[in-house]
């Protein structure tokens, strides 16, 4: 399902450069459980933007289903974070002054799903993570496991 093939990544300050990753190799298989685990600073974070099309590569290729990653433009990078693959971010992201359902139905609007169809997937997608009885709160009432 992924390849991660020879990926090089290093990120430029004025005259300082960082190597972030240097000739990763990677292949990871359907339904696959992995822990990627390392020091601060070993590249973990840009391995994971990188698989994820948050970050761009520098050299090697990354390999979505058989298709390689390259020649990928903007809206290839869109269609991948949308359809493919999914994120639970460390900071959960959530917009403060917006209810729960408000938060989770503008990720369904970003994802194109149509105004008729939001709020009852909204409620849906929060009652099977069990909090359908939280739609209205503010992401602050709610408990750090909650909001993630």
Do not use: C
């Amino acid at each position: 399902m992924l390849q991660i093939k020879d990926i090089h990544k290093q990120y430029k300050t004025g005259d300082f450069v960082q190597k972030a990753l240097d000739g990763v190799t990677l292949n990871l298989r359907d339904s696959e459980f992995v822990a990627i685990l390392g020091p601060s600073g070993s590249g973990k974070t840009t391995l994971l933007n990188i698989i994820g099309g948050l970050d761009r590569y520098d050299s090697g290729d990354l390999v979505i289903n058989g298709t390689s990653t390259r020649q990928y433009r903007d809206r290839d990078w869109d269609s991948y974070r949308n359809h493919t693959i999914g994120f639970v971010f460390q900071s959960y992201n959530l917009i403060p002054h917006q209810s729960i359902l408000a938060n989770v139905e503008l990720a369904l609007t970003i994802s194109g799903i149509p105004r008729s169809q939001r709020r009852q997937r909204a409620r849906r997608a929060l009652a099977q993570v069990g909090l359908g009885a939280h739609v209205h709160k503010k992401p602050n009432q709610l408990s750090g496991g909650q909001m993630q």
